[in-house]
């Protein structure tokens, strides 16, 4: 889960984005993903699955972190 900046839902707490990876890219990224730590920026190669809504968030496929 990604909060974005500038926020997408303004105001709203919880993240704007979700990030999910298939298993062959998920191993790719394994060590740049475990080096992660709250409130680090991050830049990332995604496809855009589904567009959130003020109830719901984007959801991206990555394949690059």
């Known amino acids: ?5 500038p926020d997408d ?7 704007d984005i979700g ?3 298939s298993e062959m890219n998920l191993e790719r990224n ?4 475990e ?8 830049k990332f190669n995604a496809t855009l699955i589904s567009l959130g809504d003020k109830h719901h968030i984007h959801h991206l496929r990555t394949f690059f972190i």
Do not use: R
């Not at 839902?9 to 993240?15: D, I, L, S």
């Open 19 to 21: 990030l999910s990876f």
């Open 1 to 5: 889960m990604v909060k974005m900046e």
């Open 35 to 42: 080096n992660l730590k709250i409130g680090d920026k991050i």
């Open 9 to 15: 839902h303004k105001g709203e707490h919880g993240p």
């Open 30 to 33: 394994s060590e740049a993903i």
